[in-house]
């Protein structure tokens, strides 16, 4: 579904990514590791056009998008869940929601039930819907982040770092309606810092450091390797 060939990217004179290479089957649930700096945010922010790639290949269904400007990649049915929420906190759910329904004609036809799709994935959201967003608690803007990116109905769901600043009961939940998505179609692409629960939660997995992939394989089996262990997990 995803093909990224020989990525390097950056921005402006500095560069963030060397050669990064990685694939991304439809159906799965991938996850990136790895520290700070490492060049995880860019990497999703250059899939969707939002940093320029120096060069490199990215595709999609079998089609190139790197080049693309970022709303043409996204009516193809890629969506991105930011780091940090980026909600317009002076609107209400409803209207947060809704804006994620503008980018193509069938998100909008199907709005209503997309939805009800996410209220049954985040229930507290329709107790929520007239609420301005920044009364929202950190846990429920995050899910409305995510909720945003589904009324879009992508393919692909790219996630940086949906853990952060959350409490583990919280994290759980989100990782929940993370499986219950992917149970129903959406393919998922997921940078996370709580390297525990990703590799738990992914197919596969690659770890980025200095902005270069040094090691990929099975998240479960990842968990069980000793450099992974003693510098991600402790």
């Not at 950056?10 to 439809?26: D, E, R």
């Not at 329904?101 to 329709?126: C, H, N």
């Not at 129903?184 to 990703?198: D, H, M, P, R």
């Not at 690659?206 to 997990?233: A, F, Q, S, W």
């Amino acid at each position: 579904m995803l093909s990224v060939e020989n990525l390097s990217a950056g921005y402006g004179p500095i560069q963030v990514l060397w050669n990064v290479s990685f694939y991304v089957k439809k159906g799965e649930r991938v996850a990136i590791i790895g520290p700070n700096g490492a060049g995880k945010t860019t990497t999703l922010k250059a899939i969707v056009g939002l940093v320029k790639i120096k060069s490199g290949v990215v595709k999609f269904m079998d089609e190139k998008i790197s080049g693309l400007p970022t709303h043409e990649i996204i009516k193809r049915g890629i969506a991105l869940v930011p780091e940090g929420r980026r909600l317009f906190p002076k609107m209400t759910v409803l209207e947060n929601l809704r804006l994620g329904a503008l980018i193509t004609p069938e998100a909008k036809a199907k709005f209503k039930d997309t939805l009800e799709w996410v209220f049954q994935l985040f229930p507290i959201l329709k107790e929520r819907l007239n609420q301005k967003a920044e009364t929202l608690s950190g846990g429920e803007g995050q899910m409305l982040t995510i909720a945003r990116a589904l009324m879009a109905r992508p393919k692909l769901l790219l996630l940086d770092e949906p853990s952060l600043g959350l409490g583990p009961i919280v994290v759980n939940q989100i990782f929940n309606a993370l499986e219950k998505l992917n149970q129903e179609g959406v393919t998922i692409l997921l940078v996370e810092q709580y390297v525990t629960k990703a590799l738990e939660f992914s197919d596969r997995a690659y770890v980025l450091e200095r902005g270069r992939i040094v090691m990929e394989g099975v998240g479960r089996d990842l968990l069980k390797n000793e450099y992974i262990k003693r510098v991600y997990v402790g």
